[in-house]
């Protein structure tokens, strides 16, 4: 990776080295995909059939997935997958219900009752990515979720063929609607429903650049009343290292994602020149043994090092690249993670590779990307459920309340506002005097 030093750089060189992978900027990838989704809203499963053939190479007449097929798929899963999928469940399980909300009611003066309620989001849409590199673990993190938060239809798309052990995984964690569609236009037909797939409410999962976009136009698309957990689409990671961190380690880390896909971005961050160059090297050796080597050299093309002054320099750059996963390689990383604001996920110390989390740990890998963490939070149980307050007043309660709301209504002139507080406590005025 190119090294560059952060203190040598002009201010516009500094804003130039965080930039993402130039093939995220497709010039046509918002046209193209603007013609998929028209083609699934007028063509339904005709069209959804035309792409798998076009995209994946697959002829399918029925995308939906019997019950005999989830249960071949299942069958042909080896034990020792099963087993591990089983781990990786049972503490994504463990940490998810550990957020089931509590409600909230509160009395905020006398006769004046608030309460914040939670209730799941009825249908939920999951998007599988497959291809060369099927995400099962990302079943987990998005089925396990939708499951524990209450979601009555949870309908995943994944590309065809969908690999044996997402369909197990997708059936462990209860879902029944698993449908053989895959890019943008599995993204319309889940926020516009065809023929053969509902629609949904929401839509969860992440994706390369079209499935993105496609995430973006649909939310934004008046004809639709979809919503979308966040801006992910291709993976990056950025390393916080010091000159005792292990370069073999970095090396590994940075290549964890790099391996993801051609547009993925990976960066270090470190006060060592020498760390830089054993990262370096490490990574030419390691690269050799990769079966997805061509992939992650293409990634590296587009990622690059930061040279900083120290720890503290660190922390500002990751702050202003808001990476989707930052792991911090240093002799004491908890004395770093008080000055860190924007991060996906964050992954402390020598032995927390990012790899734990993508897989086992139990906290959740679908997170914002693109300096979105800067803003946008790692997925929870909370993005699938919807919040809405509840208040109820006694006479009393509205007495108390009534010269200040009808005050301030009357400073906003909203004449109405005020006078359907003025009438209920011309109401009671009266009430009391005939009693």
């Known amino acids: 990776m190119d090294i560059l030093n952060w203190q040598t750089l002009t201010a516009a060189d500094q804003q130039t080295a965080l930039l993402r992978s130039p093939l995220i900027g497709d010039a046509n990838l918002e046209q193209s995909v603007s013609a998929i989704i028209e083609a699934v809203v007028n063509e339904g499963d005709q069209a959804l059939r035309r792409f798998n053939n076009q995209f994946d190479n697959v002829n399918i007449n029925q995308l939906k997935l019997s019950v005999d097929e989830v ?4 069958a042909a899963v080896p034990t020792e997958l099963k087993q591990a999928i089983a781990q990786a469940k049972a503490n994504i399980n463990a940490f998810h219900r550990a957020q089931v909300a509590t409600q909230i009611d509160v009395e905020t003066q006398p006769g004046v009752r608030c309460e914040l309620r939670t209730e799941p989001i009825e249908k939920v849409g999951l998007y599988i990515p497959g291809g060369t590199a099927p995400l099962i673990s990302t079943v987990l993190m998005l089925a396990l979720p939708a499951k524990i938060a209450g979601c009555a239809q949870r309908v995943l798309v994944s590309p ?3 690999n044996d052990a997402i369909i197990y995984a997708a059936n462990e964690c209860g879902i029944t609607d698993i449908y053989q569609v895959g890019g943008a236009q599995a993204i319309a037909a889940l926020a516009f429903g065809t023929e053969s797939v509902p629609q949904v409410d929401k839509i969860f999962g992440p994706g390369n650049r079209f499935v993105t976009e496609a995430k973006r136009a649909v939310s934004q698309d008046s004809r639709a009343t ?8 291709p993976s990056e990671v950025l390393v916080i290292a010091d000159a005792n961190a292990n370069a073999e380690f970095v090396a590994a880390d940075l290549l964890s994602q790099a391996e993801h896909g051609p547009d993925s971005q990976v960066m270090l961050v470190t006060d060592s020149s020498t760390l830089a160059d054993k990262v370096n090297q490490a990574l030419q050796q390691q690269l050799l043994q990769l079966s997805r080597m061509e992939v992650a050299k293409t990634a590296l093309d587009s990622s690059r090092t930061i040279i900083v002054a120290d720890m503290e320099e660190a922390a500002t750059v990751s702050n202003l690249y808001g990476p989707e996963h930052l792991i911090i390689q240093t002799a004491q990383p908890r004395d770093i993670l008080p000055q860190i604001r924007a991060a996906g996920s964050v992954f402390l110390g020598a032995y927390t590779p990012e790899s734990v989390g993508d897989y086992a740990s139990g906290t959740n890998h679908v997170l914002p990307t693109y300096g979105y963490s800067k803003t946008v939070s790692s997925l929870s149980l909370a993005d699938f459920s ?10 009393t309660g509205l007495a108390s309340l009534a010269d200040a709301v009808m005050t301030l209504a009357a400073a906003e002139q909203l004449d109405a506002h005020k006078n359907a507080v003025t009438l209920r406590m011309a109401s009671l005025n009266t009430a009391t005097k005939e009693a």
């Open 71 to 74: 249960a071949l798929a299942c």
């Open 160 to 162: 065809p063929p969908i």
């Open 226 to 233: 979809v919503s979308i957990d966040m801006p992910a689409g």
């Open 386 to 395: 919807r919040r809405f307050t509840v208040q109820e007043l006694t006479p």
